[in-house]
């Protein structure tokens, strides 16, 4: 069966980040419903200047029904603070066990809603998760390292798309492991040296 994915994006969502865990998912790990969320409906704009179409509002779904949540990087994670409809969202799929992803500034409202206090967890950096998530208790638990999953939470730094993306398939697919490797593998050939 088909795992289902709500990728929730904010005005100024950075394009790099989301790209290879949503193509992933639907290309190489059995065909995934992807929905496009925004909090309002509108559509909204990439750093790129691409421009999101959603399929839904965040309101319009249940925050349990998706197998995964992925709260993509966007300067509005920092700027304007704890979403509270997020923030209700993720602690909520935090109690029923379903996981959620941020990436970049999507980490911050992980550590607002309390998710990063007691687990596991990466950013774009310590400092930058208590700047600005005020409320953020996890210090002792902060690792710099490219993605850090625990099978409910993951994250990763805006640097780090591949990384994050293969934590999530491991996370919604761990029987494709050998796909999942393949995939890591093929993106790293562009670093090897010549």
């Excluded at 949503?22 to 995934?32: H, I």
């Excluded at 409809?85 to 409202?109: D, E, K, S």
């Excluded at 996890?138 to 934590?167: E, K, L």
Aim: aromatic share 8%.
């Amino acid at each position: 069966m088909a795992k289902t994915v709500v990728a929730l994006f904010l005005d100024g969502w950075a394009d790099w980040e989301a790209g290879p865990a949503l193509a992933g998912l639907r290309e190489w790990l059995g065909g995934a419903e992807v929905t496009a969320a925004t909090l309002d409906g509108r559509p909204v704009r990439s750093i790129g200047g691409l421009t999101l179409q959603p399929d839904r509002t965040l309101g319009d779904l249940d925050p349990l029904a998706a197998d995964m949540l992925i709260l993509v990087g966007s300067d509005v994670w920092w700027q304007q603070g704890p979403l509270s409809p997020v923030t209700a969202a993720v602690q909520a799929r935090a109690r029923a066990g379903r996981p959620t992803a941020g990436i970049c500034a999507g980490t911050l409202a992980l550590a607002q809603a309390g998710l990063l206090d007691d687990r596991p967890h990466t950013s774009n950096s310590l400092q930058f998760l208590t700047k600005y998530a005020p409320a953020y208790r996890g210090q002792a638990h902060y690792q710099d390292r490219p993605s850090v999953g625990d099978g409910q939470v993951i994250t990763a730094p805006g640097t780090a798309p591949i990384a994050f993306a293969a934590t999530i398939f491991r996370t919604l697919a761990p029987e494709q492991e050998e796909t999942i490797a393949q995939f890591e593998q093929m993106f790293a050939l562009e670093h090897k040296s010549a």
